[in-house]
Structures are given as C-alpha cells and as structure tokens.
C-alpha cells in the first residue's frame, strides 16, 4: 500500500504560479509511475502529467510548455510545477502512484483557484 500525501494547493491570480507536492510512504523509484490528475466543478477527472520510473514524462496538451513534473527520490516526493497559470487551471489536483499489477493508489487532493 502507497500512500500519498499533497501539499502547495492555494489561490493564485492569472499569470502566477503554484508548485504543488507529493509525498509517497515509499520509495518513488519503486513506483511504476507517478502523475497529477486533475478535476474541476462539473467535469471528470484528467491526467495532467505523469513520470515514470526512468524518468520519462508526459503532459496533457493543455498544459504543455507551462506545467514540469518533476521528482526527488530522496524525498520520495513528486512535484508540479505549474507557471502562467490561468482561470481553466482551477481543478481538485490528485497525485496518482501507479505501483503495477492495476494498483493505483491516490492522494487526497489539493485545491488550486485561478482567480483574480
């Protein structure tokens, strides 16, 4: 069992920006993959980006060139770093561990509002 805690969710204007966290209860290089899913008011759930054991990573179009995924093995943390942020940015933010076997274990979400 993995679990997953986020952090760095908050209230930014547009053109700001957030870095948000996620701290694993085990080693991230044990860890097939690791991503940020996002879901905002009325809509479902979306991958945002995702990386992978050997470092591979993948972006949703809609954030590419602004968002970077990134991980710190010693921490066992993965982070987002999310720049030019817009209103459509606004979503529930899930960090997704994917350990293999079709277990995936998720966070319990952070919060991240693009307003002015």
């Known amino acids: 069992q993995v679990q997953l805690v986020e952090s760095g969710g908050g209230l930014v204007q547009p053109g700001g920006s957030l870095r948000l966290s996620c701290a694993a209860s085990l080693s991230v290089i044990s860890i097939n993959s690791m991503g940020w899913y996002r879901q905002a008011p009325g809509k479902q759930r979306g991958l945002v980006a995702t990386?992978?054991?050997?470092?591979?990573?993948s972006y949703a179009d809609s954030v590419k060139g602004r968002f970077t995924i990134s991980r710190d093995n010693a921490k066992n943390t993965v982070y987002l770093q999310m720049l030019s942020l817009k209103p459509e940015d606004t979503a529930v933010y899930y960090c997704?561990?994917?350990?293999?076997?079709?277990?995936?274990?998720w966070g319990q979400g952070t919060q991240v509002t693009v307003s002015s």
């Open positions: 990386i992978t054991r050997g470092g591979s990573t």
């Open positions: 997704i561990a994917r350990v293999g076997g079709g277990n995936d274990y």
